[in-house]
C-alpha cells in the first residue's frame, strides 16, 4: 500500500533590495540638477554654461560613488534617501553658482575683500568630502547599535564642539565658527549628530523612569524633581550657549531634539509642554538683554519699520527676501531671472531660499520643501522599522534634528519666527553644513539597512524531529 504524503514547506523569502529604483531615483535627480543648470545658463548668457560638463560628470560621479558603496554595504537600505540628498545638493550647487554669475554680489565682494571667489566650486569640494564622510559611514559602521558604547563620550564631544566657538572671534554678531589656518569650520553641525547619538543612549536606560515616575496635576504628568534633572540642565546648556555665543540656532535645534527624543521614548504630552513654556522663557528672558537677539526678534516683528535704520542688516535683509517671495507669485520669474542677490553676502547662505522663491516661485518652494519633508518621513519610517529601540531613538533624533534645522531657517527667511542664522541643508554655501549632513544621510542609510535586512531563518532545532507527528 503505498502512502501519499502532502507536506508544505515555507521558506524564506528575500526582500527585495530596491537597488535599481536606487539607481532610477538617482539619475532622475542628476538629470534635473543639470536641466536646472542648462537653464540658468541659457537664462543669463543665452547660451548652454562652459562648464555644464564638468558639473555633469561630477555629479555623476558623486551620485555614482555614493550608490555603488550603499549597494555593497548597505544593500537593503532605503532607496530613497541617497537619491533625495542628492538631488537637494544638486539644486544646491546650481542655485549658488547662479548666484556666482551676480555682477552686483562680484562688486560686493571686490569692494569688502579687494577680490571675489566663487563660491561654487568649494561647494562641490565639499560635496565631494560630504560623500567620501558618507561612504566611510557605511564602510566602517557595520551595526549602528555600536554607537550605544559611546553615550557618554558623545555627550563630552558634543559640549566641546559647542563650546569651542565661544574662544574664537564672532563674525556677522554670532560665534559660531572656529577658524584655524585660514579654514572655517561650524561645529554645531557636527555636534547635533553626536548629540543625538547621546539622547539615544540615554533615553534608552532612562526611558520607564521617566515615564512612569510622575504624578498627574490638572490633566498633565509631572515627572519627579530628579527625572527633570536632564532636561533642566539641557535647558541650562541652550541658554548659555545662546548668551555668549548668540547663537539662537543652535540653541533652538539644541533644546528642541532632545525634547522631541523625549517625547518619543516616554510618551508623554506633558515633556512638550514643559519644552515649550521653558524655551519661550528662555528665548523672551535672553531677547530682553542680548543686543544681537533683540535686533533679530525686532527685524521679525517689523522688518520695514527699521529697513533703513538697523545696523546689523537683518531688517534689510528680510524685507528683501519677503520682496523676493512676493515678486515670484506662483510660478516664479524663472532660473536665473529673479534679484534675491541684492540681499548681499547671505544670499547663497541663511537667504538661499529666498532665490527658489523668487525664481521658481510658489510651486517651486513647495517641491523643495517637499524634498525636505520626503527625507524627514523616510527617516520615521526607519525609525518605526527598526528592530532595536536604540536604532528607533536615533533614527528619530537624527530625522527631527533634520526638520527642525529645515524649520527654523525657512521660518527665519519667511518670517515666521526669528532669523537664526544656520543654513539650508544641502542647499546653502557651506562645508561643515553639507559634510555633516551627508554623515547624518549614512547613519540614516544604515539604521534603515539593518531594520529592512530579513531576518535570519530560525536554527534547526533537534527537539523538532522527536516532536514530529507521522500519519499513515
Known sequence: MSVVTNTTTIGAIDAPSRRNTELGLMAFAIGISVFAYANVGLAIDGELPSGMLGYGLGLILLGGVAHLVVRKFAPYADPLLLPLATLLNGLGLVLIWRLDQSERLIALAKNAYG?????APRQLLYSAVGVALFAAVLFALKDHRILQRYTYISM??????LILPMFFPGKFGAKIWITIAGFSIQPGEFAKIIIAIFFAGYLMVKRDALALASRRFMGMYLPRGRDLGPILVIWALSILILVFETD???SLLFFGLFVIMLYVATERTSWIVFGLLMSAAGAVGVATFEPH????????????ACYSTDPSGACEQISNAIMSFGSGGTLGTGWGQGHSDLIGFAANADFILSTVGEELGLAGMMAVLLIYGLIVE?????ALAARDPFGKLLAIGLSGAFAIQVFVVAGGVMGLIPLTGMTMPFLAAGGSSVIANWALIGILIRISDTARRPAPAPAPSSDAEMTQVVRP
Open 293 to 304: 537677539v533683540q535686533s533679530r526678534v525686532n527685524a521679525w516683528m517689523d522688518p520695514f
Open 115 to 119: 577680490v571675489f571667489t566663487p563660491s
Open 248 to 250: 539662537l540656532g543652535t
Open 378 to 382: 523616510r527617516g520615521v519610517r526607519t
Open 156 to 161: 563630552v564631544a558634543a559640549l566641546v564642539l
